[in-house]
């Protein structure tokens, strides 16, 4: 392949790589200020809120300005109930009437060990909390009325006035009518007076999302909703505030994000895991907050925080005796896209949660191609392992076409180097026809000058997809891989130091090295030559942290091309003559005669 246009692939790649890998690390710091901690230790109403509770029209105020939530404390007194199928537990509690959290049984929590993950383990609010309502809140008692091992319905009743219902269902273990990783919720409202009663605008808690373990950094911790046809998210990032870069983007800390509505579904999620509330009838708003998780820790460390957010809804009057329901789907699970992508299940684009980007039609086709592959043999180790190798096999296979068709055209580039050093020497004094000569040196020779960019520049897509794909593709989450214990992170055999030893972005950088060596090399310019030599270099710092799959990827496409290569410089081509003295001086002749300038004789 022609260096100099594998050069400026390779920048194009760089740079589009820079921009999404210093999109997402170089969030700004937060600055100095101090935070203070709201606490709120929870109080029991047994089933009745005080007297005095009665909400009024206007909505709750917001905390204040300077404030962030804080992580719920249990005085020990609260009682749960578990509902459950094959796929998650998920625990109810009698504070709020809310679920307490949701243990996904098909997901550890950490590697070689039993423990399920749990979402909203630790939280500013249970889940499906009635936010900002005084008297219904996480403070007040609930009285459960009847449980089941998929069921759960707690009351609660406002100053003697209104009766509060909250229902909690999940389906059973072999009931295919839903997802399984879908809690069903319904709060109705009932007036019991023989007046009108206006209650205020609701909020529901979506959980708290929060690190998946002690080497995340938090960068995929982000709320989000879809108003029916756009969506919009909301990282940690966005409430920290901070100087920016060097000045630029700088901004004060946000104690809050309030966007208005409509809400067709809102969303909490991490790395790998999400909770999404799709309600029957779209919110009116949501609510984004920090939640400092580890109070030992400063408040200017960004890692205490976790992200929390509440959708709002507006509620009609009551009339006397009349009642309202306020109904959703809430999913807590695995960010997994061919679940989410089930137009049956999740009919409005749910499966935007997993924030592919601009290139998320590459992200897309990956890992549904990758999920089928793994379909063939699901249960042979490190399945997904050799689903990522077999992928990246097809998808090079797919482009072998191009790949022949740019290698041949570098092959003729290189041959007729001679030829251009003749043309360059002809017209070094006319630019415009070395140019014009130049290209008809090309057409002759059936060269295409850009031809070595488009191998690179067709898998730039692809491997921007793949590594935004890897961001939040839960099925490769604790799946090992050769001596890798997880594809979705580094491959980390030892420590040398601090220094981690990760084996498959070594690998990866040796391929470059041994690719840029067999392919041909016309480029004579020191500068390039200079660019190529550091090229495997750079390729490898920039991969060396990332996930595993990643690097297993770039591994086995270079491995193919490798091999690919070697085939294509032991190919004839044979495209016609290239001698300096032969079809260089015809070209030159040639284009001279065609655009000597002949002025006619004047008469006599």
């Known amino acids: 392949m022609d260096k100099k246009n594998t050069v400026i692939g390779v920048l194009l790649l760089l740079a589009a790589f820079a921009s999404l890998y210093l999109g997402q ?5 937060r600055s100095a200020q101090p935070t203070p901690t ?43 109930v578990t509902l459950q199928n094959d796929f998650i537990a998920a625990h109810v509690t009698d504070f709020g009437g809310a679920l307490h959290d949701v243990a996904l049984k098909k997901y550890p929590a950490e590697r070689d060990r039993p423990e399920p993950f749990v979402f909203n383990a630790l939280h500013a609010d249970p889940m499906l909390a009635l936010v900002d309502f005084p008297g219904l809140d996480r403070q007040t008692r609930f009285e459960l009325v009847s449980h089941t091992p ?18 909690y269902s999940v389906l059973q273990a072999g009931d295919k009518s839903g997802d399984p990783y879908v809690v069903r919720h319904e709060t109705t409202f009932r007036n019991l007076s023989d007046q009108t009663v206006t209650l205020p605008r609701v909020a529901l808690s979506l959980g708290t ?16 909703y879809s108003n029916g046809d756009d969506q919009n998210f909301f990282a940690r990032s966005k409430l920290e505030g901070g100087n920016g870069f060097f000045g630029i983007g700088a901004s004060e800390p946000k104690p809050q994000i309030l966007t208005g ?20 009838q779209p919110g009116s708003g949501l609510i984004t907050r920090r939640v400092k998780l580890l109070p030992m820790l400063p408040d200017e460390n960004r890692n205490a925080y976790g992200i929390t957010s509440a959708a709002q809804f507006d509620l009609t009057p009551l009339a006397a005796n009349a009642e309202t329901k306020l109904g959703a789907d809430f999913y807590v699970g695995p960010k997994e896209y061919r679940r989410l992508a089930n137009g049956d299940v999740f009919k409005k684009d749910q499966d935007k949660v997993m924030q592919f980007g601009f290139f998320k039609f590459f992200s897309q086709i990956l890992l549904t191609l990758m999920t ?43 041959k007729i180097q001679p030829e251009m050093q003749a043309v360059r020497e002809k017209f070094k004094d006319n630019p415009q026809k070395l140019q014009a000569a130049t290209m008809e040196l090309f057409k002759k020779h059936k060269v295409n000058p850009m031809g070595g960019c488009f191998p690179i520049l067709i898998t730039i897509p692809f491997f921007i997809g793949f590594f935004q794909m890897l961001q939040s593709a839960a099925e490769l989450r604790f799946q090992p891989f050769l001596w890798a214990y997880d594809l979705s992170a580094p491959d980390t055999v030892l420590h040398i130091g601090p220094f981690p030893l990760n084996i498959m972005p070594l690998l990866m950088g040796a391929t470059i090295v041994i690719q840029m060596r067999l392919t041909p090399s016309p480029a004579v310019d020191n500068m390039q030559v200079k660019m190529m030599k550091f090229m495997p270099y750079i390729m490898t710092m920039f991969c060396y942290t990332f996930s595993c799959a990643l690097a ?14 070697l085939v294509i410089n032991r190919m004839k081509d044979n495209p016609g003559p290239v001698g300096p003295g032969t079809a260089a001086a015809t070209t030159a002749a040639a284009f001279t005669k065609s655009t000597k300038n002949v002025t006619p004789k004047k008469k006599k």
């Open 552 to 565: 297993l990827y770039s591994t086995v496409n270079g491995i193919f091309t490798i091999g690919q290569q």
């Open 372 to 414: 089928w592959v793994h379909g063939w043999f699901p249960s042979a180790a490190w399945a997904w392992g050799w689903a990522v190798v077999i992928t990246t096999l097809i998808l090079k296979i797919i482009f072998v076409p191009f790949t022949l068709a740019a290698s041949r055209s570098a092959k003729r580039m290189a």
């Open 209 to 224: 999302a929060a690190p998946t373990d002690a080497n995340d950094p938090g960068i995929r911790l982000t709320t989000g």
């Open 261 to 280: 509505g409509p809400i067709a579904w809102a969303c909490v999620s991490n790395q790998f895991f999400a909770s999404i509330l799709t309600p029957d």
């Open 150 to 167: 998929t069921s759960a319905v707690y009351r609660a009743v406002l100053n003697g006035q209104v009766e509060v219902t909250r229902h």
């Open 38 to 80: 709201i606490s709120t230790p929870q109080t029991a109403a047994t089933g009745t809120a005080p007297a005095n509770a009665l909400p009024t029209g206007t909505p709750s105020a917001p905390v204040p300005s300077t404030a962030f939530a804080s992580v719920a404390e249990n005085d020990g007194s609260a009682t749960t």
């Open 25 to 29: 690390r170089l969030s700004p710091q």
